[in-house]
């Protein structure tokens, strides 16, 4: 039996890996890891057992690293969303380059020529900089011995109930012929919001207060009068969520009403009474589900922290396919 192994880099909580895992089974092993956000790691050790994690790449010599046969890179989104302010390449953050990440990605595969890289990243890199920053990229890969193909997916035709268009970039080694290798077909377009939601009654603290109910419905409002779409978002149980967003911001775009939970007395500091409504944001539990991860996937750090962690995660049912159709090149 063939074992591949595998370095996780940027690897938030695991995402990339646990599709990578579930496609290979015991075929696969993962050798490296390296993420940075310390909050990331203590979800990722609590989920993948204690293997060290190093902390920023870039400080981080390709000659520390072990031979690896699979690169997972889902290099960080920030620099090429159409959210943020687009700098790509010159984005910097915190003395961190994000928008050079990649080219960490490739100093440490120069060095050790993988059979397979692979990145996933916002739709947005595809067009940043009138598409010279993807042109690089996909050039970058090229030049460095590697056949590239690319696609954008959306989570939603995999079995999760989340629009979320995302592009996924794999590259096979000049040497392993991938000329059959196809992006996997929708799998499930099915999937709504009512398949994610907590099986019981969720705590008062996810339902918001009027005082917040009445600041949204009035900056909704005030964009409306200018023209723009932006606003909060009450979704139906049979429709699908809008993608949950990097940096845990967006919850407001995906309320639900949930009636289901009578007593309705504050148990964290709000101004004002619970809305009767039963307008509520969606759990962490149920943005884990959104991203497609497991139940058995232990949620142990606060609320804030999850959520931030599951929006900038990746949706592990895509990862899964797109790796179940890596493996049947690899053989």
């Known amino acids: 039996m063939t074992e591949y192994k595998t370095i996780d880099l940027f690897a938030g909580i695991g995402g990339i890996r646990l599709g990578f895992d579930r496609a290979f089974g015991n075929e696969i092993k993962t050798v490296f890891i390296s993420e940075w956000d310390e909050r990331a790691q203590k979800t990722y050790k609590t989920n993948f057992g204690g293997q060290d994690i190093a902390g920023d790449i870039t400080k981080i010599s390709e000659d520390d690293i072990p031979a690896f046969d699979i690169c997972l890179a889902g290099f960080p989104c920030q620099a090429f969303s159409l959210a943020g302010q687009r700098k790509g390449f010159a984005d910097d953050y915190k003395g961190m380059s994000r928008g ?53 997916l959306n989570s939603r035709d995999f079995g999760v109930p989340q629009n979320r268009e995302r592009i996924y970039i794999v590259a096979f080694r000049d040497d392993v012929d991938s000329s059959k290798f196809e992006f996997p077909k929708p799998t499930d377009s099915l999937k709504r919001i009512r398949d994610i939601i907590e099986e019981k009654p969720v705590s008062a603290k996810y339902y918001l207060s009027c005082v917040y109910l009445e600041t949204l419905k009035r900056h909704k409002a005030r964009h409306e009068s ?6 909060y978002e009450i979704r139906s149980w049979d429709e699908i969520a809008g993608a949950i967003v990097c940096g845990g911001m967006g919850k407001e775009r995906n309320l639900i009403i949930d009636k289901r939970q009578t007593n309705l007395t504050p148990v964290t500091h709000i101004r004002g009474d619970i809305n009767r409504e039963g307008i509520r944001k969606m759990t962490p539990r149920e943005w884990a589900r959104l991203q497609g991860y497991p139940d058995n996937y232990k949620l142990e750090l606060a609320d804030v922290h999850l959520y931030k962690q599951f929006g900038n995660s990746v949706t592990v049912p895509v990862i899964e396919a797109i790796a179940k159709k890596i493996k049947d090149v690899l053989g």
């Not at 960490?104 to 996933?120: L, S």
């Not at 200018?226 to 606003?231: R, Y």
């Open 226 to 231: 200018k023209g723009n779409g932006f606003g």
């Open 100 to 152: 050079t990440l990649f080219f960490d990605v490739i100093r440490i595969c120069q060095k050790h020529k993988p059979k397979v890289i692979f990145c996933e990243n916002v739709k947005g890199l595809t067009i940043h900089d009138g598409g010279r920053t993807f042109d690089i990229i996909m050039g970058t890969l090229r030049e460095l011995g590697y056949t590239v193909h690319e696609k954008v």
